[in-house]
């Protein structure tokens, strides 16, 4: 069940994840060149701000979206509705956000491995 | 004087008789196998007629078929036979239609036909359903027109080519069948959802500049059950029998609503 403002939050997150997407699929391409190995990702995110910050936005556009999204599936098709769907709402956009901040930390910050 | 005038007027009488008869209905050899639902608010089942198949025959007068020449208790709904008046749609093998305009040739499949009361609304009785909440709809979507004049005041000029006229006109021409509502699976999944007709609706009035309501209906149609539940497939333009796309007008309503909400004022 969709009003105005998750309908723009849904909206807006979509817009952020877009480019970050595209954004990650070249990170991808070009990480695996030289093959994958734990210390090459490593050294390239540990430390740095700026790549928390990217995976940072990028979990919580994530967790926002999916849960909207999830929200509306759960409602049109097993009819939960009110509190109940609202705890549900909640509890997928935390769970998501927690499992994504606990990745994007153990890749960046120094000494989290 | 009167055996002559027979005579002279006699073959054109023939030629138009034939000539009417071969525009109108002709029966064929052929029958078609019908199941009509029935029963009433607390359920039913389908019951199966065997109609004999005519040419240019349409779903409408299959369902007059029985229930003239078969069983007289058949409730169903229709009024004008010509596609204005929006009182004849059923589902149709699996889909809404207006009765009175769609050919049996047309969906027909295996000489089978399933005719059923329309979707997403209450039954009344057999064919007929209730329409009430499809019409409460209209008014909880704000589709209630807000006069800006008096009967006094002298009548507003229009122009054909505002663009905001047009909007309003590409909408205008819904005659109200319900069509589009039985088609639209979120409204089968959301009961509160104001569905594809009144959130068209409320877009054409939004668009009618001799309507000062514009704040209650971006207000009527972002709650809950508004617009922002469409999910954009189309079902609604699709299986309109007057050919609007609900769907435009509600991707509208979105557009408008999103940005009032982030300009306010605007
Ligand atoms: S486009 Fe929207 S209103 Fe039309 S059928 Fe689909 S969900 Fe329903
Ligand atoms: S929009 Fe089309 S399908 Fe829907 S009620 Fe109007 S005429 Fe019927
Ligand atoms: S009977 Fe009027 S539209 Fe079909």
């Known amino acids: 069940m969709l009003d105005l403002k998750l309908y723009l939050l849904q909206r807006l997150s979509a817009l952020v994840m877009a480019p970050l997407v595209l954004g990650h699929l070249a990170v991808i391409i070009v990480a695996v060149q030289n093959g994958l190995t734990s210390e090459e990702i490593l050294s390239r995110t540990q430390g740095s701000f700026w790549w928390a910050l990217l995976y940072g936005t990028f979990v919580v556009a994530v967790s926002v979206h999916a849960a909207i999204g999830l929200r509306v599936i759960v409602f049109e098709t097993l009819k939960l509705k009110g509190f109940a769907l609202n705890s549900l709402t909640w509890a997928i956009f935390l769970g998501l956000f927690f499992m994504g901040a606990r990745a994007v930390w153990a890749v960046t910050a120094v000494g989290a491995t | ?266």
């Open chain 2, 1 to 266: 004087m009167l055996r002559k005038l027979i005579d002279s007027v006699g073959p054109q009488f023939e030629a138009f008789k034939s000539q009417d008869e071969g525009l109108g209905v002709t029966e064929t050899d052929k029958n078609i196998d019908v199941s009509v639902w029935r029963g009433g608010p607390d359920g039913g089942s389908f019951q199966r007629f065997e109609v004999p198949k005519q040419d240019n025959q349409t779903i409408l007068d299959v369902v007059a078929w029985i229930q003239q020449n078969d069983d007289p208790t058949l409730s169903y709904r229709f009024a004008c036979r010509v596609g204005m008046c929006g009182s004849c749609a059923m589902m149709v093998n699996g889909n809404p239609r207006w009765t009175c305009r769609t050919h049996v040739n047309k969906v027909l499949k295996n000489d089978r036909l399933e005719i059923a009361p329309l979707r997403n609304l209450p039954v009344i009785k057999d064919l007929a359903a209730d329409m009430d909440p499809f019409f409460d709809k209209w008014r909880e979507a704000g589709g209630v027109f807000h006069p800006t004049k008096s009967r006094n005041d002298p009548v507003e000029e229009i122009s054909p080519l505002e663009e905001e006229r047009q909007n309003a006109n590409a909408g205008i021409e819904c005659i109200n069948c319900g069509v589009c509502y039985a088609a639209c699976d979120v409204v089968a999944g959301n009961p509160d959802y104001l569905g594809p007709a009144a959130l068209n609706r409320a877009w054409t009035l939004l668009n009618d500049t001799r309507d000062c309501g514009s704040q209650s209906i971006l207000a009527a149609v972002s709650r809950g059950g508004g617009c922002h539940n469409c999910h954009s497939m189309g079902n609604c333009a699709h299986l309109c029998p007057n050919e609007l796309s609900p769907m435009t007008s509600i991707a509208g309503l979105k557009r408008v609503t999103a940005l009032s909400f982030l300009r306010p004022g605007n």
